[in-house]
């Protein structure tokens, strides 16, 4: 069962699973503070370069299973054109209605 991207807690995060279904880059990026930051499995990634690879340049498509955290920790069917789909937990630190760091990775 999947939670529609409209009934997510955290409006931040809501806005953020609607800019990557939508294919809206900009919307995105606009919900990010000044000098945030990302991960990938770990690994600290330029997030400018990420999403641009990742999601934006290869069609991503969230599907959310769950969450947790206040609506800030995800667990969700993620799919793009490079990797096909893949279970994936996400976790975003949000101040002032801005994403300052986003950390994804396999679950």
């Known amino acids: 069962m999947t939670i529609a991207t409209a009934k997510l807690s955290d409006p931040t995060v809501r806005a953020a699973v609607t800019a990557i279904n939508d294919g809206d880059r900009q919307a995105f990026v606009d919900l990010l503070a000044p000098g945030a930051t990302m991960s990938d499995d770990g ?3 330029d997030p400018q ?38 279970r994936t937990a996400w976790h975003f630190t949000v101040e002032d209605g801005r994403i300052s760091h986003f950390a994804t990775g396999q679950a």
């Open 43 to 45: 690994t600290d990634r």
């Open 49 to 86: 370069d990420w999403i641009d690879r990742e999601i934006f340049t290869v069609r991503g498509h969230m599907e959310v299973r769950s969450e947790s955290a206040g609506g800030r920790t995800l667990i969700a069917d993620y799919r793009n054109e490079t990797w096909g789909e893949m």
